[in-house]
């Protein structure tokens, strides 16, 4: 073989090997569901997924330890050497089967309302996502969140968010005045303005919250019928290339947000529908259809 073939070879290798650790990465940190890796590795055999020894598959696993992979290899019948994308009929069937019931697939829960919350991990892009609803689709109500933290540059006041100091949120929880609020990373507190999103909310409007996640369980105790979105990031090593990227916290506050980027991210399973923000305009126009239900007639 020609040195530039061999080369050229091994650059292709070492580029599988990573792609294939980022791929397990995900599936650790819950970026991506382990049935839709199963789907990709049958629908491509050659693909990154298809290409994932199975013991690397369920090791990569939340909770998944080298005993339980051991015991589930014995019971479902698999050989440790099989590939994701070399498992027979049989197999694939069993295999999903277990997955399921393990990390069961999320339903949608009925009776959603035109209330909708963004959540998501920190650096998700939240607030990129919902600033292109505010831009583009104006029918919906977007709420402007009360913070004590200061504005970042660019942010105005009563258009990004409504600007105070601790006395005056102070008050306005003390005059139920907040749907949620919300201490975030140790450090600034956040809530939503109630008297806006209820007056949207009767003129027959979609409302936009776009919150963390303790302000997103606080709007699903305080209103069941909220329909509640979760955003992921296209993997993980984006999520943590967006966090250092942003160059607007120290390294403690990026190791602080990245622990809390982890709990937040376990958690997707209690939210109505999940969003892939891999692309700004696609992202909302995903979290824009969701709202086609709410203007049925009868809905």
Not at 1 to 24: F, G, H, I, T
Not at 167 to 195: C, K, M, S, W
Request: no cysteine; glycine share 8%.
């Amino acid at each position: 073989m020609p040195e530039v073939d061999r080369s050229a070879a091994a650059r292709r290798a070492v580029e599988r090997r990573r792609a294939r650790a980022s791929l397990k990465r995900d599936l650790a940190m819950r970026v991506v569901a382990p049935q839709e890796v199963l789907r990709r590795a049958l629908d491509d055999a050659a693909s990154v997924a298809g290409s994932l020894r199975i013991t690397d598959f369920l090791i990569a696993l939340p909770a998944i330890g080298a005993g339980k992979r051991d015991q589930v290899l014995r019971d479902l019948h698999i050989a440790p050497v099989k590939r994701l994308g070399g498992l027979g009929v049989r197999q694939v069937a069993d295999l999903g089967n277990w997955l399921d019931s393990r990390f069961p697939v999320h339903v949608p829960r009925a009776g959603r309302s035109r209330l909708l919350v963004l959540a998501g991990p920190t650096a998700v892009g939240k607030g990129t996502v919902a600033a292109h609803i505010r831009a583009h689709h104006p029918q919906i109500h977007l709420s402007v969140s009360a913070t004590t933290r200061s504005p970042r540059p660019g942010e105005v006041d009563g258009v990004h968010y409504f600007f105070v100091d601790d006395a005056e949120f102070d008050r306005l929880i003390a005059q139920g005045e907040l749907l949620e609020h919300a201490t975030v990373h140790n450090r600034y507190r956040y809530g939503t303005p109630r008297g806006p999103v209820d007056a949207a909310l009767a003129e027959g409007r979609t409302v936009l919250l776009e919150i963390d996640l303790q302000g997103a369980r606080q709007v699903r105790a305080a209103e069941p019928s909220a329909t509640l979105v979760f955003l992921l990031p296209p993997s993980w090593d984006e999520l943590v290339n967006r966090l250092v990227g942003r160059g607007t916290e120290d390294a403690e506050e990026r190791a602080r947000r990245l622990r809390t980027a982890k709990a937040e991210l376990a958690a997707q399973n209690e939210f109505d529908y999940l969003v892939v923000n891999e692309d700004v305009a696609t992202a909302a126009q995903e979290v824009v259809d969701l709202t086609a239900a709410f203007a049925r007639p009868g809905s």
